[in-house]
C-alpha cells in the first residue's frame, strides 16, 4: 500500500448473481482529502460506498485502510476504526425527536473509546452537534419529531449523526439530493469546517457543480468501471465521461 494514502482499494469486484456491479476498482485516497466519486445513475458509486464500509462483501480484490485489511470486516467495526457514512434514503427514527436520533451514535463504541467512557451530558452534545449542522436553537426544532422534519433537516440530522461517530473519513452518500440551491449553499461551508479540522472525506454526488467547487479530485464510475480519475475540469473533457454522461437519463 502506499505508506500517504489513508484508504486504499485494489482490484474490487462485486458481482450480484449475474450482474458485475463493480469491476476491477481500484483508487487511493489521501488524509485530508475530498474525493467526488461520480457517474451516472447505476454506474456502481453506491456498491462501492458498501464495500468500503463493509455492508456488501466484494468478490474479488482488497480494501485497506490506514495499512490495515479491511476486506469484507462487518460495518460496526469498520465504524469503530474511523469511517463514517450517510445514507441517500435516510432513515432516522421518525417518532423521536431530532435530538434524540443521536443517542446511538454518542453510545457507540467508537466514541466511548475516544472519550475515555466519560460521555458527559449526551443531550447537550447531541444539541450542539446539531446547531453545527444548521439546527438553529432558538427555534426549537432539534426538539420536533422527525416525522415532521423537512427533507433540508432529515439530511442534516444523517450528517449529524455521522459526525457524532468523530470519524477520520466521511462518506457522503447524495447529501445534497433532494435539497434546493439555497440549502446545498448552507451545508457546504459545514462540509468545509469538517476539511479544516482534518476530517478526509469522499462525496457520492449528481450535484456536479457544487460538488466541483470543493473537490480536489473525482473518481468517475460507469457500469461499475473507473473510466477517470483527476481534476473535475479534466475529467469533465474525457471522452469516455462525456459519452457516459450523454447516454445517461437525465
Do not use: C, W
Amino acid at each position: 500500500m502506499n505508506s500517504s494514502a489513508l484508504l486504499e482499494l485494489t482490484g474490487l469486484y462485486k458481482n450480484f448473481g449475474g450482474v458485475q456491479a463493480i469491476q476491477d476498482l481500484s483508487f487511493e485516497l489521501a488524509e485530508g482529502e475530498l474525493l467526488g466519486l461520480i457517474g451516472p445513475n447505476g454506474s456502481g458509486k453506491t456498491t462501492a460506498v458498501n464495500l468500503i464500509t463493509g455492508f456488501v462483501k466484494p468478490s474479488e480484490g482488497t480494501i485497506q485502510y490506514r495499512g490495515r485489511d479491511i476486506t469484507g470486516m462487518a460495518p460496526y467495526k469498520v465504524v469503530r476504526l474511523g469511517i463514517a457514512r450517510t445514507f441517500q434514503m435516510v432513515k432516522p427514527f421518525y417518532q423521536l425527536p431530532a435530538y434524540k436520533n443521536m443517542i446511538i451514535p454518542l453510545y457507540s463504541p467508537r466514541v466511548k473509546q475516544l472519550v475515555g467512557g466519560k460521555y458527559g451530558d449526551r443531550d447537550a452534545v447531541a444539541l450542539d452537534l446539531l446547531e453545527e449542522v444548521g439546527f438553529e436553537r432558538d427555534s426549537f426544532v432539534a426538539y420536533k419529531s422527525a416525522s415532521v422534519l423537512p427533507q433540508g433537516y432529515l439530511k442534516r440530522l444523517e450528517l449529524a449523526k455521522a459526525i457524532a461517530l468523530q470519524p477520520d473519513l466521511i462518506i457522503l452518500d447524495e447529501l445534497f439530493s433532494g435539497l434546493s440551491l439555497a440549502e446545498v449553499a448552507s451545508i457546504v461551508p459545514i462540509i468545509e469546517k469538517l476539511r479544516l479540522e482534518g476530517k478526509t472525506i469522499i462525496m457520492i454526488e449528481h450535484r456536479l457543480k457544487e460538488l466541483f467547487r470543493i473537490a480536489d479530485r473525482v473518481v468517475v464510475l460507469n457500469f461499475g468501471e473507473k473510466i477517470a480519475e483527476g481534476k473535475a475540469a479534466d475529467v469533465m473533457e474525457s471522452d469516455a465521461v462525456k459519452k457516459a454522461y450523454l447516454g445517461a437519463e437525465a
